[in-house]
T-cell receptor
Framework: AQSVTQLDSQVPVFEEAPVELRCNYSSSVSVYLFWYVQYPNQGLQLLLKYLSGSTLVKGINGFEAEFNKSQTSFHLRKPSVHISDTAEYFCAVSDTGLYEKLTFGTGTRLTIIP | DAGVIQSPRHEVTEMGQEVTLRCKPISGHDYLFWYRQTMMRGLELLIYFNNNVPIDDSGMPEDRFSAKMPNASFSTLKIQPSEPRDSAVYFC????????????FGPGTRLTVL
């Protein structure tokens, strides 16, 4: 079984400042990692994913994440945030042998301060 | 494409009543997932189907919950009888065999049980 920890439940950031949202996972098997974004009153949308290959993955809206196997982390970053990035961000993990079954973290609410 | 469609968007009912949530997946998708989102427990996978067959229902909280997928374009999640602790946002998501690494979420149904 896998688990995901998102230590920061809320992150306020000034507009145009950089941001990092932290995600750590626990698993006894190889994993795939995902970040999903949920805008207010909407369903979740895939932001980016790590399946294999380069540990630095780029997603939509200028976000990127780096897979660090030794630290079991998959932190999400953006060099300059915009008001429209205000949303809840969920990290998720799946077993590479059963990757349709996702385990989600509890989410991080990103608030952009004008 | 219309995306994943869920109905109703909001449901308010009284304890003891039967509640039925509905989902229409994206046409051509052969995976369908039901999730529940609460403040306390975050986003939990309840059950998922592949080609209309339930694959894993280990997340279904108890016998009061049941899900069906009579055909490729329709699924229901039923709660009978409902309880106040069932109050949550219920999401349906769909995915395809060729892209199991991406799930497409509906807008959710906000259920309030009084």
């Amino acid at each position: 079984a896998q688990s995901v920890t998102q230590l920061d439940s809320q992150v306020p950031v000034f507009e145009e400042a950089p941001v990092e949202l932290r995600c750590n996972y626990s698993s006894s098997v190889s994993v795939y990692l995902f970040w999903y974004v949920q805008y207010p009153n909407q369903g979740l949308q895939l932001l980016l994913k790590y399946l294999s290959g380069s540990t630095l993955v780029k997603g939509i809206n200028g976000f990127e994440a780096e897979f660090n196997k030794s630290q079991t982390s998959f932190h999400l970053r953006k060099p300059s945030v915009h008001i429209s990035d205000t949303a809840e961000y969920f990290c998720a993990v799946s077993d590479t042998g059963l990757y349709e079954k996702l385990t989600f973290g509890t989410g991080t609410r990103l608030t952009i301060i004008p | 494409d219309a995306g994943v469609i869920q109905s109703p968007r909001h449901e308010v009912t009284e304890m003891g009543q039967e509640v039925t949530l509905r989902c229409k997946p994206i046409s051509g998708h052969d995976y369908l997932f039901w999730y529940r989102q609460t403040m306390m427990r975050g986003l939990e996978l309840l059950i998922y189907f592949n080609n209309n067959v339930p694959i894993d229902d280990s997340g279904m909280p108890e016998d009061r919950f049941s899900a069906k997928m009579p055909n490729a374009s329709f699924s229901t999640l039923k709660i009978q009888p409902s309880e106040p602790r069932d109050s949550a946002v219920y999401f349906c998501a769909s995915g395809s065999q060729g892209r199991k690494d991406t799930q497409y979420f509906g807008p959710g149904t906000r259920l309030t049980v009084l």
